[in-house]
Every structure is written in C-alpha cells, then in structure tokens.
C-alpha cells in the first residue's frame, strides 16, 4: 500500500486521488479504508486463485496428459476407439471449464466485488500517477488482478463496512 503522504505530495495524484474518489465514492487518502479495500482485493483473488487450481488439476490431466495417452495407447487402438478418447476428452476438459465459470460467476458479477475491484484499478492508477510525480513507489507497484469486471462502478451497490479501529485498554 502507498501511504497516503506520498499520494497527497504529488499534485496530479492527489488530484486523481480526489477525482476518482468522487466517481467512485471511495476516499482514496484515508489510509484505514484503502487498507480495507486492498484486504478484501485480497480475498477476492484468493478465491479466485482456489478455483483456479481446482480448474488446473483436470484441465493439466485432461490436457496435457492426453498427449502421452494417444501416443502411448490411443494411436494403437481402432479408429472408434479414438474418436471416442478424443470426444470424452474435450467434454472433460470443456465440462472443468464451464464448471469453473459457473461456480465464480456469482462473485464475478455481485456489485460488491465489483466495486472493490473497480476501487483497486483505480488505486493503482493513482499510485502510478504519483510514481510518475516523484514518489517513491516501487516500478512494479503490484497488480490486483483481474480487472475485466471492474470496468463499471455500481452506486446502488452495499457497501462493505471498514471494520472499526480496535481501541487498546
């Protein structure tokens, strides 16, 4: 995360900061609420991350591993033999693929998330602006994945609550 002092240093990041924050109504110089957000960014690609290895195991046995089994068995076997490895495969393979974008549809079209992602685009937007202004961000300020749904800001959408500072007794 970029500390908002860096942000707020840099005129032209802090004048995106500001303009984004509006379209987005999201204060992108509270340093509490972009922790907030990148956190649930986090989440949100950890789940995706999951299914995507739950995808992988198939897609690799299916796949790749088709491969070696028509060179090692299928290709000595009759012809109906083959087309019927061919069509079970690419079921498999098609089935894991579909079954993997109906199992995140849910997340990828709920407004809620689409709103933290739209928010982190446009956090790293601004964090390459201040890097451009002078500020000491790293070249390769991280990326958080995903954006092709984080296109549209939802103003209808419920908003997750920032969790309240823990008070020490």
């Known amino acids: 995360m970029v500390p908002s002092e860096l942000i707020a240093a840099v005129p ?5 900061a500001e303009r984004f924050g509006r ?3 999201f ?5 509490r609420a972009v922790h907030w957000m990148l956190f649930q960014r986090r989440q949100d690609t950890e789940k995706a ?8 195991i198939p897609l690799f046995i299916f796949g790749l591993g088709a491969w070696p089994f028509w060179d090692l068995v299928a ?6 033999f083959q087309i019927a490895f061919i069509v079970v495969d690419a079921l498999i393979v098609c089935g894991s693929l579909v079954g993997t974008y ?7 079209l709920d407004p809620t998330d689409r709103n933290v992602r739209c928010r982190a685009r446009l956090y790293r937007k601004i964090a390459g602006i201040a890097r ?3 500020a000491d961000v ?7 994945g995903m954006y092709a749904t984080s296109r549209t800001f939802y103003p209808d959408a419920p908003e997750r609550p920032v969790p309240e500072k823990e008070q020490a007794p």
């Open 75 to 80: 290709s000595g076997k009759s012809r109906q």
């Open 27 to 31: 204060d992108f110089l509270d340093d």
């Open 132 to 134: 451009q202004g002078g």
């Open 23 to 25: 379209e987005v109504r």
């Open 12 to 16: 032209a990041a802090r004048a995106a």
């Open 49 to 56: 991350s999951v299914m995507g290895c739950l995808a992988a």
């Open 138 to 144: 790293p070249r390769l300020y991280p990326y958080y």
């Open 102 to 108: 109906l199992v995140r549809r849910r997340s990828l």
